[in-house]
């Protein structure tokens, strides 16, 4: 029998066997045990009612139907026989003849009693002596069975489990030997499979993701390459390397190296969400009060905001509020939604820059315009790759199309949430969440090396 | 100034000892490759050495390496790299005096290099 339920079941039913004999043969001692007990509790029981009758010998009939029942209970035949000849001398009034009979009764009890006794004295040491038996063998079996299940179930339980835990901390050391032909052998045969098919995919993954890093290392390199010598040459001739130029060459030019470097710009920012989203992008996170974080946002923009005729307006009501961020990060995030409110806004107007404590959820910026809205379909799609809002009510403005995408996976990469709410014709609110934040007061600013 | 550059692209090699010679007027001398550029690094009398930091037989960053150690009186060594990474921006100015990113626009090219030795000096 190969498997575990099979050497259990033997066992099992060996034990089961043993414990039924014995208990049989207990059962059928003290059930011979019980009778003559009672068949000598009868005697007496028959000896005292007849010295209660009475000195003429002439018994009543209750007397008599009492003694009768008595004799009918009486084992074995002989002894029953004896009894009930006397009985019936005592119902006929034979005197003479009954006071014979009575003695020989008297005489034949004492000797049954004397010999039952001794039979009872070893019916009863023999079903103390089947109990201990049964005693010892259920010790015994439990024993044996207790050292099979932990040789058979238990040991090799524990060593898949020690298996599995060297593989959960990849020590792959261990042989992949044969297991045993039991049900525990095929649970080990079957995770040796799990874990060499995970290791086999783990190392494809490895070498995909390798290729992904090689790809964007080698993109990066190879796509850079011709841009610098397309604008380098650019930037000369209009320099005026190759000599004069007439009005037409120059904006020509011009027209050729603002795209070149909206091209560089493209680059970089497929660049960064690859690496964003592969994970390759670590973040250096330090302490960041939130009023240097929008001050130095606001100088950067500043250019574009006056030559767009826009404000920019910062309210703060989380003030000394610092924030744990990788400040240039956030400072692309930042820089990426106020310069689209920027463009998007009507001129002479102005962008609000708003910053709120929210109680279990962090710390919220806010930037609000008053442009022409986005629409509700528009929103779902705006955060994606390559999707600019646009439409009769929107002109395109020039950009990649990365800038919300990168800044969505910049702000999930800081546990935070990035969204907007937007009516069209009431202008956009673009949020986003950061949740580490601490105040100031307690905690002075140190700068990082 | 007597300039070695080092860079295995043909056009940007020219673009930029154009942008050297005629605006700066320096004197540049150009290799292809990193094997090339140490040993001319090794023999020439040079003020400056711009590498780029991918090039055939040995990158940028080991020529500048293995220069620094075989030569008796080192020169101000300046990377060009499309690499703008952290890390890489991290090696470069601690093996060489600071690097110049990758499209480099000629036109302040001169300007760049000047900086970058101003702040050395300083």
Sequence with gaps: ?449 | MKILLAEDDHNISKIACLALEKMGGHQVEWVSDGKMALERALAGDYDLILLDEMMPEINGLKVCELYQQQSSSPKPVIFLSAKSQEGDVKAFEKIGLGFIAKPFDPMTLNQSITQLLESKAA
Excluded at chain 1, 240 to 261: F, H, P, R, Y
């Design chain 1, 1 to 449: 029998m190969k498997s575990i339920r099979g050497k259990l079941f033997i066992i099992l039913s060996f034990l089961f066997a043993l414990s039924l004999g014995l208990n049989f043969f207990s059962y059928l001692s003290f059930m011979e045990l019980k009778s003559k007990r009672e068949q000598i509790q009868l005697g007496n029981q028959l000896e005292l009612e007849l010295s209660q009758l009475p000195s003429n010998l002439k018994a009543n009939a209750t007397q008599l139907n009492s003694l009768k029942k008595l004799n009918q209970r009486l084992t074995p035949p002989l002894r029953k026989a004896g009894v009930s000849e006397m009985l019936t001398h005592l119902e006929k009034r034979r005197t003479g003849t009954f006071k014979k009979h009575l003695k020989t009764f008297k005489t034949n009890e004492t000797e049954f009693r004397r010999f039952n006794l001794n039979r009872m004295d070893y019916l009863e040491k023999k079903v103390l002596f089947l109990m201990g038996l049964g005693a010892v063998f259920l010790i015994f079996g439990f024993a044996a069975l207790h050292i099979l299940f932990k040789h058979l179930v238990i040991v090799p339980i524990r060593n898949l489990s020690s298996k599995m835990l060297d593989f959960l901390h990849n020590r792959y050391t261990y042989q992949f030997g044969s297991p045993s032909n039991d049900e525990i052998g095929h649970l080990h045969a079957n995770f040796n499979s799990l874990a060499q098919r995970v290791i086999s995919h783990t190392d494809e993954l490895k070498s995909l993701d390798q290729a992904k890093s090689d790809f964007l290392s080698i993109a990066s390199h190879e796509l850079r390459t011709p841009l610098t010598s397309i604008k380098g040459s650019l930037s000369l001739l209009k320099g005026g390397m190759g000599g004069e130029l007439n009005e037409v060459t120059t904006e020509l030019l011009g027209i050729a190296e603002t795209e070149s470097d909206r091209l560089i710009r493209l680059i970089n920012d497929l660049l960064d969400l690859a690496k964003i989203e592969a994970g390759k992008l670590p973040l250096s996170t330090i302490w960041v009060p939130v009023d240097d974080l929008i001050k130095t946002t606001f100088n950067s923009l500043q250019g574009l905001a006056q030559s767009a005729s826009v404000e920019l307006v910062y309210e703060n009501a989380a003030q000394n509020v610092q924030v744990m961020i990788d400040k240039d990060r956030i400072q692309q995030v930042l820089t990426n939604l106020m310069s689209n409110a920027v463009k998007f806004s009507p001129k002479g107007d102005c962008v609000i820059a708003k910053v709120i404590l929210i109680e279990n959820e962090g710390i919220r910026f806010e930037i609000k315009d008053h442009g022409k809205g986005i629409d509700p379909e528009d929103q779902k799609l705006i955060f994606q790759k390559f999707r600019q809002a646009s439409g009769p009510n929107n002109p395109i403005v020039k950009g990649t199309g990365l800038g919300l995408a990168i800044a969505k996976a910049l702000v999930e990469e800081h546990q935070g949430e990035i969204g907007l709410k937007s009516k069209p014709g009431e202008g956009s609110t673009f949020f986003f969440t950061l949740k580490e934040w601490r105040f100031a007061s307690t905690h002075p600013v140190v700068e990082a090396s």
